[in-house]
């Protein structure tokens, strides 16, 4: 017997890639891998290409700038962010996966909102949550980005610079205090 996999449209978050250096390839294909809407500048065409990455928008600056590939849609850029979510609002898609090392915190929580976002910096996976409860092994590093709001942690000890390290084997909590989204970055 065989199973089946049914794919609706919008179904996987989009993937906006804006540094192809937040994550490995190996993560990155696991990512391309139900074949997201991709989202990109034209610094990373050539890098995608030459992995066979199809991308389905580039963003640039450039009114002369071409892509060797069926299907892409060349759209000018303005602020990378703001263009993708202006984007995948005409397409009603509101999921969104971002490859971005020196992500924006505000305008994230900004737009945290209307769309869903996970940004994959640094060896980190980012998500934006009032709250975040999950079992982690110790001496698991998270990292809590607050852009002021005032939160708790159980089962985290601060190790620095927004970094916590699980304190044993458990469930671990972070809980906004004023229900303002935070951002919860957890090591790869």
């Known amino acids: 017997m065989s199973s089946h996999h049914i794919i609706r ?7 906006l890639i804006i540094d192809v250096e937040a994550l490995s390839e190996e993560s990155l294909g696991q990512l391309l891998e139900w074949s997201p809407i991709v989202l990109t500048t034209d610094a990373h065409v050539d890098y995608l290409l030459s992995r066979g990455i199809k991308m389905d928008v580039v963003f640039t600056a450039n009114a002369e700038f071409e892509v060797d590939q069926d299907g ?6 303005q602020h990378i962010l703001l263009d993708a979510l202006h984007y995948l609002e005409s397409k009603n898609q509101f999921a969104l996966h971002i490859l971005w090392n020196d992500f924006s915190v ?13 940004v994959y910096s640094k060896q980190f996976k980012y998500i934006l949550r ?3 409860h ?18 708790r942690v159980e089962n985290l000890k601060w190790i ?4 916590y390290e699980t304190v044993e084997d458990g469930f671990v909590s972070i809980h906004s205090q004023s229900e303002n989204s935070l951002i919860i970055g957890e090591a790869l």
């Open 9 to 15: 449209e919008n179904q996987e978050p989009a993937l």
């Open 160 to 163: 620095g610079d927004a970094t």
């Open 130 to 132: 009032s709250s975040f």
């Open 72 to 77: 892409i849609s060349i759209l000018p850029l």
């Open 134 to 151: 999950k079992w982690m092994p110790q001496g698991n590093v998270m990292k809590v980005l607050s852009s002021g709001a005032a939160y």
């Open 106 to 118: 505000d305008a994230l929580i900004e737009h945290s909102q209307q769309f869903t976002f996970a």
